[in-house]
């Protein structure tokens, strides 16, 4: 399946290509600069058109460089400037000194402190991405002013203060409206807290020239459900003869006393999503409640593991931890599932009893998908979600490297790490944090590999990504009538309508 991803790639990346663009292809440093500033000045009047007055917050190297020429041009515009030169002008190497200079010649008067004005648009054009470690003191206040001052913020390349590799805060960052990121763009800006701080992301890709950049591997790719939709062939119309079997059959095991509604949110999702067959194997006491909700579903009562074992094999794939527990019952059922090679979608209580390291799994032996919050990631990798949230792109890789699977971790711009690749689904929005929507999640994935799995139509790690941005997409279209109060059920029509 043809997705055409956005590619995605760290600071370093981008400065190798601005390494081998100025010393291997002869393109002038400064006129790189130049460009830079000219868009993002462009991408500022695009957004407020009327602007009459601009504060430009200026550090040293490039990226203040870009930040002078943005100040330049606006003077030329006849947009008053207050020029905030945190790094002194004579402290200015390269081509960072030529941006300022220029500046200065045009009549602006770099100042160590501003009278900050009640209207008009700040830059920041402070840090970029050269910042290692967290911001000093001297930063701090600065990025301080930019967020008290009220005034929208257009950053340059990244908000001052966002590590653009991981999407983690260093200490304190600039809360931007947009950024306008310079040749490639930076992973960072869109999982963990960096959509939070960037805004608006835009694209300079300046004169660098394609071949430099088609260079290296992207670091990770953003995808979307727009991307996917078209001609996917999980999703697609159905030919005139098609018929159940070649859709799948999603087994869901869990829903343990007080659990009930996880599994029968899952079911439902698998159902919606366009699964051929769905079997529920839960609780006694819940099967009224499926039944009644869904008699679409094969609903089978288990007591524990011995249940459980007869029904396992019909299915194309198993979706097992929505409502589990992590008591004996739930414990017997995942042994059972880790007795067989069957495709697996693990989920809630499923990891953590992984975690735990009470049963031995058979992960490297079959295809199999996780799906932790960063709180379980943080439980399989034996520390804590906020180390986790630190590093997202690390801790995917480090599960995959650990459990010889498929990773989604949930969050803002969630990850899928699949194949030595992670993507970046840039569907979602803060409805979605209620309980219920990892079931929902899992019944979607469940439904996915199913008719993968049946129809061998398309590849295992496709259907992973289709399932995560349908869930996601279908919450934005849920999200119509707001983010709050949105609950996990509001998706099912959702998703039918999507993929239809």
């Not at 929505?322 to 067989?340: D, K, M, R, T, Y």
């Not at 693990?346 to 992960?363: F, S, T, W």
């Not at 030595?420 to 409805?431: F, K, M, R, V």
């Not at 349908?470 to 029509?493: C, F, K, P």
Request: charged share 15%; net charge negative; glycine share 12%.
């Amino acid at each position: 399946m043809s997705t055409n991803p956005a590619p995605l790639y760290t600071a370093d990346q981008v400065r190798e290509f601005d390494r081998i663009a100025i010393e291997e292809q002869g393109i002038d440093g400064y006129a790189l600069m130049e460009q830079a500033g000219e868009a993002a000045f462009a991408a500022l009047l695009s957004q407020w058109s009327q602007v009459r007055h601009l504060v430009v917050v200026c550090g040293a190297g490039n990226n203040g460089g870009d930040g002078y020429v943005m100040a330049r041009l606006a003077h030329q515009h006849d947009i008053q400037v207050e020029l905030l030169a945190v790094t002194p002008v004579d402290k200015l190497t390269g081509s960072a000194k030529v941006a300022a200079d220029a500046a200065i010649e045009v009549g602006l008067t770099p100042a160590n402190e501003i009278q900050w004005p009640q209207s008009g648009v700040v830059v920041d054009a402070l840090l970029g991405t050269g910042l290692k470690g967290e911001v000093n003191a001297e930063k701090a206040r600065v990025i301080q002013q930019i967020n008290d001052s009220g005034l929208p913020v257009v950053a340059v390349d990244v908000p001052s203060g966002l590590d653009a590799n991981t999407g983690c805060v260093l200490g304190c960052a600039v809360k931007a409206h947009m950024t306008v990121t310079m040749i490639g763009h930076k992973q960072g800006l869109f999982t963990g807290q960096g959509p939070i701080y960037a805004g608006e992301v835009r694209l300079a890709k300046l004169g660098v020239p394609n071949a430099v950049v088609e260079q290296q591997t992207p670091s990770s790719q953003l995808i979307s459900w727009r991307q996917l939709f078209k001609d996917n062939p999980l999703t697609g119309r159905r030919e005139l003869d098609c018929h159940k079997g070649q859709l799948g059959h999603v087994m869901i095991l869990g829903g343990d006393l007080g659990y009930g509604g996880a599994v029968i949110m899952a079911a439902g999702a698998a159902l919606r999503s366009g699964a051929g067959l769905v079997s529920v194997a839960t609780r006694s006491e819940h099967v009224p409640a499926l039944l009644a909700k869904y008699p679409e579903v094969m609903v089978h009562a288990v007591d524990g593991g011995q249940d459980v074992q007869p029904l396992l094999p019909k299915a194309d794939v198993l979706v097992v931890g929505p409502g589990l527990g992590q008591s004996h019952w739930g414990q017997q059922i995942l042994q059972q599932v880790f007795a067989l090679n069957t495709p697996v979608i693990l989920d809630a209580d499923a990891l953590n009893l992984l975690a735990a390291g009470r049963i031995k799994h058979n992960l490297n032996d079959r295809l199999s998908v996780m799906t932790p919050h960063p709180g379980e990631a943080g439980r399989l990798l034996e520390t804590g979600s906020a180390a986790i949230q630190q590093d997202r792109f690390s801790a995917v890789r480090a599960l995959q490297d650990k459990f010889h699977s498929l990773v989604v971790l949930k969050g803002l711009g969630s990850l899928v790490g699949f194949d030595q690749e992670i993507a970046i689904c840039t569907d979602g929005n803060p409805g979605m944090a209620s309980g219920g929507m990892g079931d929902v999640l899992s019944g979607v994935l469940g439904a996915m590999v199913a008719i993968q799995q049946a129809s061998e139509c398309t590849e295992f790690s496709d259907a992973v990504l289709t399932a995560v941005c349908l869930h996601s997409a279908a919450a934005d279209q849920a999200a119509g009538d707001g983010e709050n109060g949105m609950v996990a059920t509001d998706l099912l029509a959702m998703i039918r309508s999507l993929i239809n």
